[in-house]
């Protein structure tokens, strides 16, 4: 059964290659611009500083994570590790995020991630602008989260 609990700086490594591995599983022949020791500097610098996050754990392995920047109420991250998808986890960390920014949040995906989309868009998020990422200059879309 996954659970969630807070993150722990021993996790450290193990989110952030959790973070790269989904990421590049988006889609075939999808490669980010920047090395894997930037994202650690990212996490380290950017993410965990200012952020809640929470991991989702299976019996003790981290399946998936989120963060938010919940004074701008942003949910920065929501990945799940590519062997665990479509088992719910997805749902559990947006119910989190719901709980933690309960007047509503935004997030941002890439424009070519079909099943992120869908899965948002399922859950009740709506799809708002396209912009361009400042970290991998991809075009990223924003979605809404709004309680009824």
């Not at 973070?19 to 965990?48: F, K, M, T, Y």
Request: charged share 20%.
């Amino acid at each position: 059964m996954v659970t969630l609990r807070p993150y722990q700086v021993p996790d450290r490594d193990t989110v952030v290659k959790l973070w790269w591995d989904s990421w590049h599983s988006i889609q075939a022949g999808l490669s980010h611009s920047q090395p894997l020791s930037e994202w650690r500097r990212r996490w380290a610098e950017e993410i965990v500083t200012g952020q809640q996050i929470v991991v989702a754990e299976d019996d003790g392995a981290i399946v998936g994570f989120a963060a938010a920047d919940v004074a701008n109420r942003v949910l920065t991250q929501i990945f799940i590790a590519p062997g665990h998808k479509r088992q719910g986890i997805g749902r559990q960390l947006l119910a989190w995020a719901q709980r933690v920014m309960p007047d509503g949040f935004r997030l941002h995906t890439l424009v070519d991630n079909a099943a992120s989309r869908a899965f948002y868009e399922r859950e009740g998020l709506t799809a708002g602008g396209v912009l361009i990422n400042p970290v991998n200059r991809m075009q990223t879309i924003e979605y809404r989260w709004m309680p009824a």
